[in-house]
């Protein structure tokens, strides 16, 4: 079977690290994406991890453990801007598709 | 270059009328994807082709639901009849390769359905 494990919802102050935590279960792995949508807004791809070990882009960085179905995004200098939702998105199954869940909601506080 | 583009971005419509969702994807990619997002289930993948060919459709929730690719810069994603749980955000995304290779997609910027 599949299944996908973050966090709801997470709250920080702006200027403060966060790390979304992601875990999952799926046949066939091909590799780890990170989404943001803002409300009401299309999804837009962060990064995409196909090796264990740590990608850094700006201020967002993305890891992934291969062994232990485990991968996080840590955004750092938060900024108001960054208030939305992230989705980790295994690329599984037969076909390697993306897997999204329901998301987690962050919210940056003044 | 222009990205993904739906039609329309909001509709509203009454149970068991037909609805008929459109979508233009960026020149050049070969794959389309039908995704919808509730609330309830996430974002969840219904359909997607390559080169116009329907490869998976598993992801259809019953016969109410069909999706065609005419030509490379058009598809469509019908329901009929409508029902109030069909009510969602249908999202339009394209790639041009394999999604497994980048873990990218292009999304558009959604259509909106609400069945009364």
């Known amino acids: 079977g599949q299944s996908l494990e973050q966090p709801s919802e997470v709250t920080a102050v702006e200027g403060a690290i966060v790390q979304i935590n992601c875990t999952y279960q799926t046949s066939g792995f091909y590799g780890l994406s990170w989404y943001q949508q803002h409300d009401g807004g299309a999804p837009t791809f962060l990064s995409y991890?196909?090796?264990?070990g740590l990608e850094e882009t700006g201020r967002f960085s993305s890891f992934l453990s291969r062994s232990d179905s485990y991968g996080y995004l840590l955004l750092q200098e938060l900024q108001m801007k960054d208030s939305a939702s992230y989705f980790c998105a295994p690329l599984g199954g037969s076909q390697g598709n993306l897997i999204f869940g329901k998301g987690t909601k962050l919210s940056v506080k003044p | 270059d222009a990205g993904v583009i739906q039609s329309p971005r909001h509709e509203v419509t009454e149970m068991g009328q037909e609805v008929t969702l459109r979508c233009k994807p960026i020149?050049?990619?070969?794959?389309l994807f039908w995704y919808r997002q509730t609330m309830m289930r996430g974002l969840e993948l219904l359909i997607y082709?390559?080169?116009?060919?329907?490869?998976?459709d598993s992801g259809m929730p019953e016969d109410r639901f069909s999706a065609k690719m005419p030509n490379a810069s058009f598809s469509t994603l019908k329901i009929q009849p409508s029902e109030p749980r069909d009510s969602a955000v249908y999202f339009c995304a394209s790639s041009p390769y394999r999604v497994a290779n980048t873990g990218e997609l292009f999304f558009g910027e959604g259509s909106r359905l609400t069945v009364l």
């Open positions: 991890n196909a090796l264990d």
């Open positions: 082709f390559n080169n116009n060919v329907p490869i998976d």
């Open positions: 020149s050049g990619h070969d794959y």
